[in-house]
């Protein structure tokens, strides 16, 4: 493949009227089809260190209410979160959810066995969750407990949350505080069943699937959107390094015995740069090493989507079944001195290179892709927001789907874009990305990323079909890979006006910064 790339690089340079160190990239404004689902942007929160509880949820030290975070609803919104994925994570295949609702000083308290140990006072649960999304204007994703529960208490929990009252279920949530249905269609049948989910072949799971699945029933206006846990998407941490099963034949047995049953398939895949080759898995102290293996492993999604896809598509050639990529993101080592069982993490330039290599990449196989969540929104993983107290602060990352939100829900306009590559030592990749779509209004959005951390890029950008008079752009980018925002310094790595871009006819020159990633708006 690497070779390839090179081949490609040199064809490039050979193509007629491109200058010596130029890439070409066309934006194909005439054949959009595609819409990209602003499920892509979604969000995951499962009961994890400090992911839920001081980060959503804030309980006064002074026996006050808790309650959910103003400033954290505010910055969610200001991104236009589409959804959340609730309450795990493996943390849904040991979830009650009967220990989460009711008065809450009622509310039964059990130890969080996987994560830290720590005693869950259940404070925060299905009502408090249905409030989170109502407020953020989001759609709610429940994974119900295939793991530890019963098919039974999948079945009471999707009567509870939709049945449209009279139901002795339905009037329990009522006489809780919510006579009117929740309306909850989303919903994940258990969480990496070939894992922490229970350890199933993928057999045994597609039995179970259909045994859970059958009794998640259309209620009132409410359809299920029933979604199967997919396998680990890539097989050497599957298969070479755990037990977890072939991904490959994980997909191509639930979509041959289920795929009729199900309307999503949720793959997981995490940018695990210390197990290929990083020397470091601090966060924020790193080499040049740790940053090229984190990039090529984000590519990797790439390859691992169309693999994963045309399996799907023997199966279910209309596409009609959702790919979602339920779980992502960069994945170090916990920050010194916190709880190896909290995984939290900081948050660099380089976790934001991550996610827009990600995003493009989601963004470009629309037409299978159409959900994602990133792992995991506060404290948790590759973060959105961080919390100390009561302050807070916005990640890279979080500025990478700021940049990113325009795409939600626009027509995806296919793009070719000749390769260049990037090398460390030994190493290459692809050294950038790119997707581009059309908004509601017309206006065209492309984002870039160049993973090159040492030269820019300058990109020739021919616009194909569509007249363009402005451009317009954001770039996120500074001089030092490791760069990032602390407490002491919330907003040292933000988005700025671009100026690298230049519009002649139809024809957008871009001067792409090292490590950086920009985002153009044409009218
Ligand atoms: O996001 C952390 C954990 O990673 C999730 O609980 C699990 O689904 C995955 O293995």
Known sequence: MRLTFSLLCLASLALPGLASGQTRLVVNADLGKDTINRHIYGHFAEHLGRGIYDGF?????????????????????AIRIPNVRWPGGCFADYYHWRHGIGP???????????????????????????ELVDRLGAEPIVVGNVGSGTVQEMADWWEYLNHPGGSSLADERAANGHPEPFGVSF?????????????????????????FAEFIRRMGPVRPFRIAAGPYADRRLAVEMNNWGDPFEW???????????????????????????????????????????AMDLALDIDSL??????????????????????????????????????????????DALVAGIHLNIFNNHADRVRMANLAQTINVLQSLILTRGEQM?????????????V?????????DLDKTTYAFGTDSVQAVTASASRDASGRVHITLTN?????????????????????SGRVLTASAMNAHNAFEDPDSLMPVNFEGARLRGSTLTVNLPPKAVVALEVQ
């Open 451 to 471: 993973q090159d951390p040492n030269q820019g890029r300058t990109l020739e950008i021919e616009l194909r079909g569509t007249n363009a008079s402005r451009v």
């Open 187 to 211: 919903w994940g049948v258990g969480n990496e069943s070939w894992g922490c989910g229970g350890r199933m072949t993928a057999q045994h799971y597609a039995d179970v699937y259909k045994n």
């Open 393 to 405: 602060i916005k990640t890279p990352t979080y500025h990478v789907f700021d940049m990113f939100k």
């Open 407 to 415: 795409h939600q829900d626009a027509v995806l306009l296919p793009v």
């Open 104 to 130: 809450r000083a009622e509310r039964p308290r059990m130890v969080n066995a996987l994560w830290g140990e720590v005693v869950e006072d259940n404070s925060f649960g299905t009502h408090e969750f249905m």
């Open 305 to 350: 989507i169309t693999r994963h896809s045309s399996i799907m598509d023997r199966y279910d050639p209309a596409k009609r079944v959702w790919m979602i990529i339920g779980e992502w993101g960069l994945w170090h080592d916990v920050e010194p001195g916190t709880d190896p069982g909290f995984l939290y993490q900081q948050n660099t330039l380089r």
């Open 57 to 77: 949820w804030f309980r006064p030290d002074d026996n006050a209410e808790p309650r959910l975070r103003d400033d954290i609803v505010e910055a969610l919104k």
């Open 251 to 293: 997909t191509e047995t639930l979509m041959r015995e289920a795929g009729t049953d199900l309307d999503g398939v949720d793959f997981h895949y995490y940018t695990f740069a210390r197990l290929f080759g990083a020397t470091s898995a601090s966060a924020t102290d790193f080499a040049e090493k740790d940053w090229i293996v």
